[in-house]
């Protein structure tokens, strides 16, 4: 596992067996562009070392990026155009936004599921159990 600091919190889980890397992070609410933009920069830093990794092979290897974005949600479509991952959530996850998301190459006609929060947490919970593909 590896653990970079970009003024967030991101972890990079390579499973090499099954080929899939799941990423997740937690931006916490800056009003900062600086910040928001180096934040942006770090996240496409990370997935591109993950598509230079020896056992990332870009016909198998599956990825799933998720966690709360909070502002970087207006920041990260170009992961969408850039690395051919798609945003899945499109419930409102905190008030009337979506901050939690999540970004994959995995095909599925599942949706994930968001439940009301948890304990004094402000943000839904987000289940995504992908379909076989």
């Not at 992070?25 to 997935?47: G, K, L």
């Not at 990332?56 to 709360?68: A, E, L, M, N």
């Not at 095909?107 to 004094?120: G, L, N, T, W, Y």
Request: glycine content about 2%; hydrophobic content about 40%.
């Amino acid at each position: 596992m590896n653990s970079y600091s970009c003024e967030s919190e991101i972890f990079a889980i390579l499973f090499p067996i099954i080929k899939v890397v799941h990423i997740v992070i937690y931006h916490p609410f800056w009003e900062d562009n600086v910040r928001d933009e180096s934040a942006v920069s770090c996240v496409f830093d990370i997935i591109e070392h993950v598509h230079t990794l020896p056992l990332f092979d870009p016909q198998s290897t599956k990825i799933i990026f998720c966690g709360d974005f909070n502002d970087l949600v207006n920041h990260v479509d170009a992961l969408e155009h850039s690395f051919s991952l798609q945003g899945i959530v499109f419930a409102k996850t905190r008030g009337n936004r979506t901050l939690d998301q999540i970004f994959t190459n995995i095909k599925s006609d599942c949706e994930p599921q968001v439940f009301a929060p948890i304990s004094r947490s402000d943000h839904c919970v987000v289940v995504w159990k992908p379909c076989k593909t």
